[in-house]
T-cell receptor, first 115, second 113 residues
Framework: AQKITQTQPGMFVQEKEAVTLDCTYD???????LFWYKQPSSGEMIFLIY??????QNATEGRYSLNFQKARKSANLVISASQLGDSAMYFC????????????FGTGTSLTVIP | SQTIHQWPATLVQPVGSPLSLECTVE??????LYWYRQAAGRGLQLLFY??????ISSEVPQNLSASRPQDRQFILSSKKLLLSDSGFYLC????????????FGPGTRLTVT
């Protein structure tokens, strides 16, 4: 089974609007971390935000927030006030404490911000 | 501050030729190091990771190999490239610990012809 599932291959959002990128995960490990990365057309992977499985509150970093619903095993990324520079691929990833140092990545969502 | 370097940035190699990609990290010690491959328009495939000098874990059996001769140096190699080895190769590092994120290098775009 896929550890990380991103069901939206492509998304469009109007500039200055908010957008939610979906991510669901599969694990039986009670201790895990969830990560979001941005990959612009240049190819570099940029870390955006982290959520731990024991964190009580949703993570936030500037315009990025993580809507963490543990019972549903979802970790959706919310980008508020979209900017043209937000156009990129976005990847959700997970690391389980029990499996050591591996990171599992989803297939990504391509976000296009429309002016 | 920490910096991660990869070279070369782009590479075009014929089938059957050898490969050596290098990754180095500055500003940290004893990092966990990773090699990923990304096919065009696809997600990341973990190839190798290392928790210390000489310690390599392979995730996908193939004609690639990795080595870590020094604490902050990670090398990806092949004796004979295949067409299917084409892709974008990313090196990443992280501090040990559950809550630590990975930081990626700029990547190497490899085309096997």
């Amino acid at each position: 089974a896929q550890k990380i599932t991103q069901t939206q291959p492509g998304m469009f959002v109007q500039e200055k609007e908010a957008v939610t990128l979906d991510c669901t995960y599969d694990t039986s490990d009670p201790s895990y971390g969830l990560f979001w990365y941005k990959q612009p057309s240049s190819g570099e992977m940029i870390f955006l935000i982290y959520q731990g499985s024991y964190d009580q509150q949703n993570a936030t970093e500037g315009r990025y927030s993580l809507n963490f619903q543990k019972a549903r095993k979802s970790a959706n990324l919310v980008i508020s006030a979209s900017q043209l520079g937000d156009s990129a691929m976005y990847f959700c990833a997970m690391r389980e404490e029990g499996t050591g140092n591996q990171f599992y990545f989803g297939t990504g969502t391509s976000l296009t911000v429309i002016p | 501050s920490q910096t991660i370097h990869q070279w070369p940035a782009t590479l075009v190699q014929p089938v059957g030729s050898p490969l050596s990609l290098e990754c180095t990290v500055e500003g940290t010690s004893n990092p966990n190091l990773y090699w990923y491959r990304q096919a065009a328009g696809r997600g990341l495939q973990l190839l190798f990771y290392s928790v210390g000098i000489g310690q390599i874990s392979s995730e996908v059996p193939q004609n690639l190999s990795a080595s870590r001769p020094q604490d902050r140096q990670f090398i990806l190699s092949s004796k004979k490239l295949l067409l299917s080895d084409s892709g974008f190769y990313l090196c990443a590092w992280r501090r040990p610990g559950l809550a630590t994120e990975q930081y990626f290098g700029p990547g190497t775009r490899l085309t096997v012809t």
